[in-house]
């Protein structure tokens, strides 16, 4: 994919999502709010951009609380010609999957390799914060969605770290104090990738994973 052709995608990517999240009523916001611990005094209270595209991740793609999602109102309700770029990038966002992800070195041809944590198969991610150096070893939980043979992300990602981790396996895992620079990520041994993709099944663990990378501050601190 040229870097003419990704960002033509990442525009429509982006037009699609800002559409579809004026479509999430405010049952669901709340839903969501809820859902990740940031719903206060009727409104979604953060910090930052990046935590409140998690709660756009859940309201469009993913509700929890017996939601339809914005993204399928979108669909109905928006104008996307059969055959055009816009339609197409809507069917790979509707088709997009939950993962767990580690980001490796840059692709000779643009974006990132990386590692599916959870079905242990190679990726190539079209992503250009992703391709930035200090991220190379950094693991993260999102949605990915697949064109023209490339993966690309759908705006929300959910950072990783050992203590992430051991929180969503039931184990201790104190919070640290809010890392200046995001961790890198322990190899995960067999049993626990087979205990995370069990527990993925779960309506609710995008939520979950979403949440508690909240509450460990890997998207910076939360409001008081």
Known sequence: MSSTAYEAYRAIRERILSAA????????AASQGRALGVWHEK???VSNEAQFQLVLDLGVLGPVGGHTRALDREAKAGDYPEGSEEARVLAALSRAHFTFFRVGATHPEGGVMAEDLLRGTPLHIQDQMLAREEAQGCAFAGRLMRLDGFEMTCGALAPLSDEV????LGRPAPV???PRFLPSLTPLVPEDVAALRAAALA???VARVYRTSLEHGLLGPLPA
């Open 43 to 45: 409104e979604v209270r």
């Open 165 to 168: 981790i051991e929180a969503l």
């Open 21 to 28: 999240a004026r479509r999430i009523p405010q049952a669901s």
């Open 176 to 178: 640290q104090p809010i």
């Open 203 to 205: 309506e609710d663990f």
